[in-house]
């Protein structure tokens, strides 16, 4: 492929930098849930939006092994049914794979339009799989969380890929 | 258009390991298994177990500026409610004083009484301090996450409670955690006693998850009033007896219905327990059950055998 002229090039990603993301999303949930709002439904997931966002961006180095050990961590976290995050981030990241390549050529709002029903799946599988155990519904509240979830990845890609962004050759003049 | 990245090594062209589709076909039926072991076979405590102590630190990290903002709030804390908190102690206090002289004189009284009659004594209850992690994040459930695990002694089925009243019990033990599944989930039940009466029940969870208890199986005259002190009644093995659970808020009484419909608030803070008390269960004391006869199937007139 012929690059444009004045087309920027990322760095490579760092997995260090990978998993820090990962782990902080993973506290942001803990915190949201200890801290701030205790078991509303609707809040937003943040580690399903990393996930999906390093699924995207990086298929080789994060993709379904990941998405389920992180859901089987939430379950316990979350004292959930083992295996209902579990289900539902394997299946979002599968689905991120058979989309990533094309969702990159669409600016922030579109990226955000079209991983919403990413996020709804994941979200319908863990409240049809309460519902089968005999749990009721959590209410229309319930139905917020893929919205924002979408909503927050403009914002997401945006700080995500920050660091790769940064220039091959720092000098005085553009120290990052 | 996307953005190249500048890789120091090219993509793998031809090992790219199993496609997504055998992954996502793997690891969606190793969930349902895991769900379905969960569910119907109950064996995925050892799972749960190991992972808990994983994920451990992070949940303690996650907690630090919970604890940093408490500690501001309560440093900041104005003089008058401060001065407000210590009043209300303090009348608490007194009021406990004073059924507390009460108690003493009682319990000698039972206890002769009962050497009288030659009853069994009754066993005191041993209890430990725990303090309340964090709310479960599950919206569908009502748990809460103990700071004390099974190296410290926590059992499962232990009864919890607050300074109130009964909170509900110990449903899982992890070995620096436990879970209680409190008195207002739909899937818990507390037998209890109305102390007015000295009518028994079972009181259960609320089924639409409001913060309630329904208060079941009671005919629809049966002497229910609002206002009413539940208690537990002891008969369960596991609940010693006499902790106040609820206090009845709602009697409907349906003509369509045999059951009188009763809900009940919970005394104990099932929103908002900081520190809760676990109490072993009486049950370990009591004579063993007998054994439930098996009863021989019958054989079917005229059957092959």
Known sequence: MIMP????????????????????????????????????????????????????????????GWAFFFGLITDVHEVALLGQHALSYTVMAYLATLIHRRLLWFRGPSQALQVLPLFLVAHALSWTARLLTGNSFPGAWALLAPLLEAALWPVVSVLLLAPQRRAPNPDENRPL | MPLGTLDRSPPPFFKQGPTPLTKLLFFGALSLLLMVADVRWGVTQPMRSALSVVLYPVQWLAQRPVVVADKTGDFLQDRETAQRNEQLARTQLLAQAARAG???????????????????????????????????????????????????????????????????????????????????????????????????????????????????????????????????????????????VAKVVKVERRSESVFARILCEPLARVQAAQHVMVVDPVGAEWPQRPPAERVAPPSRKGGPR
Request: glycine letters at 8%; aromatic letters at 6%.
């Open chain 1, 5 to 64: 002229r004045g087309q920027q090039l990322l760095l490579p990603a760092n997995p260090l930098f990978i998993a820090t993301s990962l782990t902080l999303a993973l506290l942001l949930n803990m915190l949201q849930n200890m801290g701030l709002f205790g078991n509303a439904a609707g809040v937003p997931d943040f580690l399903a939006l990393v996930l999906l966002f390093w699924t995207v961006h990086q298929p080789f180095r994060v993709s379904l």
């Open chain 2, 102 to 244: 009460q108690v003493d004189q009682l319990t000698l009284e039972n206890q002769q009484l009962r050497s009288l009659l030659a009853l069994r004594e009754r066993s005191g209850i041993t209890a430990q301090a725990a303090q309340v992690l964090y709310d479960a994040a599950d919206p569908y459930t009502r748990k809460m996450i103990l700071d004390k695990g099974s190296l410290q002694g926590i059992q499962a089925g232990a009864p919890v409670m607050d300074d109130a009243g009964v909170l509900g019990q110990v449903t899982r033990v992890y070995p620096l955690v436990s879970e209680l599944t409190l008195i207002t989930n739909r899937e818990h039940s507390v037998p209890v006693l109305n102390t007015r009466t000295g009518v028994r029940g079972v009181a259960f969870g609320e089924a639409s998850g409001a913060p309630l208890l329904e208060l079941r199986y009671l005919a629809s005259n049966a002497d229910v009033e609002v206002g009413d002190v539940l208690s537990t009644s002891g008969v369960d093995g596991v609940f010693p007896p006499g902790m106040p």
